[in-house]
């Protein structure tokens, strides 16, 4: 019996997504005060998502669409992502509270004779590019450079800031090596070394000029190299927390709120790495934050779902989440 990763990691990130929405710009007070108790914390009915969930899969069908015309490479990758991102941009169902980045940037990716790098918002480094990278870490078949490439470019069409690029690909890294199989007790330590052996490393082939677009950045290494040393920093608070963990404590004061990138990254791995056995503690942590608990219990599940398979989640739990059949149509197409 197959775990049937990339089914448990699209469920776990919609349902954490789901679970987080409610207190979604609250503080742990007022959030206890809603829920009672944080491990307690029941999944609402009906179990409606935001746009984390709507842009992940967004992207999943900008992907399944290349695959579809051939193997991945930029162009090949890029159109269909531009379109469905526009299209979700121009959804009805797009009023679940979205970022401006992705507003913005898909409001002038809508024009298609634009250069989509000059739609990248290269100033923003919010944590709208990673919420939505799972898919990048589950399909099959890519190698490293693919993976690194299309979950650069992916955040690159909105958040083009170099930390943005480095915390998706890292998103997408951690992902695909808890589907595969990693011991979670090594994975802030294989993340760090993946992101040492990457910080100069810029993804031309998938980029283009993107880094020329910023006045700070005299080459392409040294423009990437900002967004892995602050993503580095941040694994140290990582590790720094696990060292001593604090499970009762809202992990939003050791690594972050996650309103930005490198944020939602560590604190979403520290909720799920303070629980990697118990998935549902996991989202209920990240939920209950005085963060941006939508994307962080977003993140921490697609984590626990990459690690723990599609068995991680209750069947009723799962039964009411929004979306739930494209989510697992996804799920069955990268398990196969």
């Known amino acids: 019996m197959t775990k049937r990763a990339a089914t448990g990691a699209l469920v776990g990130l919609a349902l954490g997504d789901a679970l987080g929405y409610p207190t979604e710009f609250n503080d742990v007070p007022s ?3 809603k829920t009672g108790p944080w491990r307690e914390m029941r999944l609402p009915r009906p179990a409606i998502v935001t746009d984390d969930t709507q842009m992940t899969l967004a992207l999943a069908r900008g992907i399944r669409t290349a695959a579809d015309r051939g193997p991945v490479e930029p162009q090949r990758l ?8 526009v299209d979700w941009y121009h959804s009805p169902e797009n009023n679940r509270a979205p970022g401006n980045t992705c507003l913005q940037a898909c409001d002038l990716l809508n024009d298609p004779q634009r250069d989509w790098r000059d739609a990248s918002r290269t100033g923003s480094k919010g944590c709208g590019a990673n919420m939505r990278v799972a898919p990048v870490g ?12 299309a979950a650069q470019l992916q955040s690159a069409l909105t958040h083009g800031h170099p930390t943005a690029l480095a915390a998706s690909d890292l998103t ?3 992902v695909h090596l808890l589907a595969a199989g990693t011991e979670v007790t090594g994975l802030v330590g294989r993340l760090r070394s993946y992101a040492l052996e990457n910080r100069t490393r810029y993804h031309e082939r998938w980029l283009g000029d993107l880094w020329a677009r910023t006045a700070s950045d005299a080459t392409p290494e040294s423009f990437i190299a900002r967004g892995w040393d602050e993503c580095l920093a941040v694994l140290d608070r990582l590790t720094a927390a696990l060292r001593s963990p604090s499970p009762e404590t809202d992990p939003c004061q050791t690594t972050g709120d996650g309103w930005i990138a490198e944020e939602a990254l560590a604190t979403a791995l520290q909720c799920f790495l303070l629980f990697p056995d118990e998935p549902l503690t996991a989202l209920r942590r990240a939920a209950c934050t005085r963060g ?4 962080l219990a977003c993140l921490a599940g697609a984590f626990a779902g990459a690690h723990l398979g599609a068995d991680a989640w209750p069947h009723d739990w799962e039964g009411r989440i929004e979306y739930r059949d494209e989510l697992l149509a996804f799920g069955a197409l990268w398990d196969a």
């Open 172 to 174: 997408a890294r951690a």
């Open 78 to 85: 890029t159109r269909p992502v531009r379109e469905e991102f």
């Open 292 to 295: 941006d608990s939508d994307s």
């Open 31 to 33: 959030i206890l005060a």
């Open 138 to 149: 589950l399909v099959p078949g890519w190698t490293d450079e693919e993976r690194a490439g």
